[in-house]
């Protein structure tokens, strides 16, 4: 069955780092395009990230995490990436990745971020 389970959340200081990941299993990996979702309490879900099938370098990103944040992916390892630098406040939200292709799409269950003093 299909699964993504997203890890690397927490709580982490203004100005600082996390990774999160996303493994996934029970579809072919490698032939979807990968991005990666926040929420923020009483916002709408809004697209942060994303990469494509084979990890090349036209990587989108949303305005206000440009330059902070990087997406990456291991198809060999099955699992996409968000490397999170220089954190705000403002990033606090559940983290969600979703794997699309054509008309199939999935998403994981979340994985809360909290970027506080």
């Known amino acids: 069955q299909v699964q993504l389970v997203e890890s690397g959340g927490g709580l982490v200081q203004p100005g600082g780092s996390l990774r999160l990941s996303c493994a996934a299993s029970?579809?072919?990996?490698?032939?979807?395009?990968m991005s990666w979702y926040r929420q923020a309490p009483g916002k709408e879900r809004e697209l942060v990230a994303t990469i494509t099938a084979t990890g090349g370098t036209t990587n989108y990103y949303t305005d206000s995490v440009k330059g902070r944040f990087t997406i990456s992916r291991d198809n060999a390892k099955n699992t996409v990436y968000l490397q999170m630098n220089s954190l705000k406040p403002e990033d606090t939200a559940v983290y969600y990745c979703?794997?699309?292709?054509?008309?199939?799409?999935?998403w994981g269950q979340g994985t809360q971020v909290t970027v506080s003093s």
């Open positions: 029970g579809f072919t990996f490698s032939s979807y395009v």
């Open positions: 979703k794997a699309v292709r054509t008309f199939y799409n999935y």
